[in-house]
């Protein structure tokens, strides 16, 4: 019913800025809230940040003050601005839609690098 697709990851030199974009198309009237995850290689797969449909953000204590999540007015996409890129950073980021239901969609992840 819903698809996320994920662009925008690459490799960066730390201290570097990444813009990562989330693609939405589906029947979508109404979510509870749109977000970002990570995971990357031994650890849990954790939330970065999230925005709901009224436009209140949530940060990982990590990425406070780096990275900022935004929305398109016509909600079909989902942005990821991260600035002052670390090492650490390094995951599979993925686009991730919560319905008020419950039910909640997941993209395939794009792949951010942060090394020299």
């Known amino acids: 019913q819903v698809q996320l697709v994920e662009s925008g990851g690459g490799l960066v030199h730390p201290g570097g800025s990444l813009r990562l974009s989330c693609a939405a198309s589906?029947?979508?009237?109404?979510?509870?809230?749109m977000g970002w995850y990570r995971q990357a290689p031994g650890k849990q797969r954790e939330l970065v940040a999230t925005?709901?449909?009224?436009?209140?953000?949530n940060y990982a204590d990590s990425v406070k003050g780096r990275f900022t999540v935004s929305r398109a007015r016509d909600l079909d996409m989902l942005y990821l601005q991260m600035d002052s890129l670390k090492p650490e950073d390094t995951a599979l980021y993925y686009c991730?839609?919560?319905?008020?239901?419950?039910?909640?969609?997941w993209g395939q992840g794009t792949q951010v690098t942060v090394s020299s």
């Open positions: 991730h839609l919560e319905e008020y239901s419950g039910t909640g969609y």
């Open positions: 925005i709901t449909e009224g436009g209140d953000t």
């Open positions: 589906g029947s979508i009237f109404s979510f509870y809230s």
